[in-house]
């Protein structure tokens, strides 16, 4: 008889954790959110390429390996001089200097 209860009560606490993780739902990194994907291109507030400026420095918020652009022939591009990185923003391509971030090149991505 105990151990009839004692299998009962086992049975009901596992139904119960489980249906506290169904409730949960998937972990916020589990996929169809933000990080999701093949590729690395994060998109940040919009700023169009008709607002980028050829000398402007790009905002600390692009600085990050996540908009920088290995696969350039991919896309299209001429291979970044010495000292320069193709950068992905919001479907634009800039060709910044990693000395001072400065902008050389602008490539609107929706021509």
Not at 31 to 59: C, E, F, K, L, Y
């Amino acid at each position: 008889m105990n151990k009839r209860i004692v299998a009962q009560l086992v049975a009901f606490s596992f139904s119960g954790v489980s249906l506290i993780a169904i409730a949960a739902g998937p972990p916020p990194d589990a996929g169809g959110g933000p990080m999701a994907g093949p590729g690395r291109q994060q998109v940040m507030p919009s700023i169009p390429h008709r607002d980028w400026h050829n000398g402007q420095r790009v905002p600390n918020e692009y600085r990050n390996h996540n908009f920088m652009l290995d696969d350039w022939r991919g896309h299209g591009l001429k291979a970044p001089p010495r000292g320069h990185r193709w950068l992905g923003i919001n479907g634009d391509y800039v060709l910044v200097s990693t000395n001072n971030w400065a902008i050389s090149t602008i490539v609107s991505g929706t021509q």
